[in-house]
């Protein structure tokens, strides 16, 4: 999958060969991310718009407006239930697909909040911004667990690997970070998600 500033989404095969676009936003879309199913595609936009896409019909099947400012990040969380979008409001916003409706709005940042990222077993998620903060948000309960702090300068992306129990981050310092996520130890016992 790929996402432009021509307003399009379009996917490609293994080989780079291309299969189809998906038309919907108005304004430069700035993430995708496919379900882990593989059913759903997401998107955000500075359109302002979050949107859920059936892969197989390319069409919408839902879109997502509460964003007040230019959507910058979109990410479905781990069990697929919810999905999440920041923005350059410095907000971030999560919503149950199931019920199609928002279930948490958080003021995240003070500036705009450029990647968020899910922990792989859905407890948190983190969040880095041009405030040069990394913050990592405790789901269940709706709140800011922690702040974290180390770039000097805008952070741009961040992902956990694939157990979880570590993260990277990148930014205008032309560092990439490497931190221990050890805040989800007690939780592998307990239920998933939101």
């Not at 990222?117 to 309960?141: C, R, T």
């Amino acid at each position: 999958m790929s996402c432009s500033s021509d307003k399009t989404i379009k996917m490609w095969d293994l080989e780079g060969r291309f299969k189809q676009s998906f038309v919907g936003h108005t304004n430069w879309v700035r993430e995708c991310q496919i379900s882990f199913d593989e059913r759903l595609l997401l998107s955000c936009s500075d359109d302002r718009s979050v949107k859920l896409w059936d892969i197989t019909k390319a069409t919408v099947s839902a879109t997502f407006t509460e964003h007040k400012s230019e959507v910058l990040s979109c990410k479905f969380t781990p069990d697929g239930t919810c999905i999440a979008a920041s923005a350059n409001d410095g907000t971030i916003k999560v919503w149950d697909t199931r019920l199609g409706k928002l279930i948490q709005h958080y003021k995240a940042h003070d500036r705009p909040v450029n990647r968020i990222a899910f922990h792989p077993l859905g407890y948190h998620m983190a969040s880095v911004s041009s405030d040069n903060k990394i913050k990592i948000w405790e789901l269940k309960q709706g709140r800011l667990g922690w702040t974290v702090f180390g770039h000097e300068g805008e952070i741009k992306t961040i992902q956990f690997n694939e157990k979880g129990d570590y993260f990277a981050t990148g930014g205008d310092d032309k560092l990439v970070m490497i931190w221990k996520s050890n805040f989800d130890r007690d939780l592998s016992s307990s239920g998933r998600g939101i």
